[in-house]
């Protein structure tokens, strides 16, 4: 999934080894799916404020901070092999830095309903590209469920339910996201035997936070910071920090106990509780045409999971 709709499933558990790390895990699940879920509506609520180029670099930025204060009390050595370099560097600046940017400017121009129904079609990009690469072997029934999501994003693109802020430049944008963390997906899923997920995600933050440095500085100039209230502010903190880190967090803590299936069912979930956000917080609207198309791309992320 993209940002929007939390990440895709790439690691394998082991077996549950009891009833208690049985709750922890789902209750970690729960946490991770509400993270994202809400995310969403933190974002659309910052830029309501602050500009989405200056907006999404801070999110990177504070992210990685948080990240890397957790990953530093964890006081385990880490380092990346030199045939691996090249594939972290683009980890960060295509799979965060690029994904952020987009999604975030995406929200800029479109509803958070389209936006995490589109961020919702992450696993079918990731489907393609792990086949490209070899890694994934496209079925029948996979190839029916991508087309029949690709029917629902054909909807959604026509639905005008919200007015004018359901433009084609955020949905766009949007789809532009997704892809990137699709390749964010499909690459560390190919490190992922060699280098523990946290650290990996971690330094994937930071190179993105170095990558965005100089353009973030850039940007402050188009801020009016004396103009921002409160609520962006702490907006953008629960963006930055339970909706990226935290629910990085709490997933892959999840992953631990449960096995990827059983994750995977919160996926279906996400993008109908972060519609539901976005109508409670926002008033957002939706019309017969959304309704029909999210439904649409939900059967076909069912049929593409099924075995």
């Known amino acids: 999934m993209s940002e929007a709709t939390g990440t895709y499933r790439i690691l394998a558990a082991a077996p549950v080894p009891g009833k208690s790390a049985l709750v922890r ?8 799916t509400f993270f994202w879920s809400s995310n969403v509506v933190a974002v659309k609520l910052i830029l309501r404020e ?23 009390l964890q006081r385990k050595p880490f380092s990346v092999r030199a045939a691996d370099r090249a594939t972290v560097l683009q980890l960060g600046i295509v799979g965060i830095a ?18 995490v129904f589109i961020g919702a079609l992450v696993p079918m990009a990731v489907l393609l590209l792990a086949r490209v690469e070899g890694q ?8 029916a469920g991508l ?16 007015g004018a802020s359901a433009g084609w430049l955020g949905d766009l944008l949007a789809f532009a996201g997704l892809w990137c ?7 560390s899923k190919r ?5 523990d997920t946290i650290s990996l995600t971690t330094y994937a933050f930071l190179i993105a936070a170095l990558f965005c440095l100089p353009f973030l500085f850039w940007s402050f100039a188009t801020v009016s910071w004396g103009q921002i209230s409160w609520v962006a502010w702490l907006a953008l903190f629960f963006s930055a920090t339970f909706g990226s880190a935290g629910a990085y967090l709490t997933y892959y803590f999840s992953l631990r106990t449960l096995t990827a299936s059983q994750v995977a069912a919160f996926q279906y979930v996400q993008p109908v509780l972060s519609t539901c956000f976005g109508v409670l917080f926002l008033a957002e609207t939706w019309g017969s045409g959304f309704a029909v198309g999210a439904a649409l791309i939900l059967v076909g992320m069912l049929l593409a999971e099924r075995r």
């Not at 690029?98 to 936006?115: E, K």
């Not at 963390?181 to 690459?187: G, P, Q």
């Not at 490190?191 to 280098?195: I, S």
């Open 25 to 32: 895990a789902y209750l970690s699940a729960t946490a991770a």
């Open 181 to 187: 963390f699709a390749y964010f997906t499909v690459s």
């Open 191 to 195: 490190m992922a035997e060699h280098y």
């Open 136 to 143: 994934e072997r496209v079925t029948l029934m996979k190839l």
């Open 147 to 162: 087309t029949i999501c690709l029917l629902g994003v054909v909807l959604l693109a026509f639905d005008k339910a919200f």
């Open 50 to 72: 602050i500009p989405a180029v200056p907006a999404g670099l801070m999110r990177i930025t504070l992210a990685a901070v948080t990240l890397a204060g957790i990953r530093m």
């Open 98 to 115: 690029a994904s952020f940017l987009f999604f975030t400017s995406a929200l800029a121009h479109t509803s958070v309903a389209h936006a």
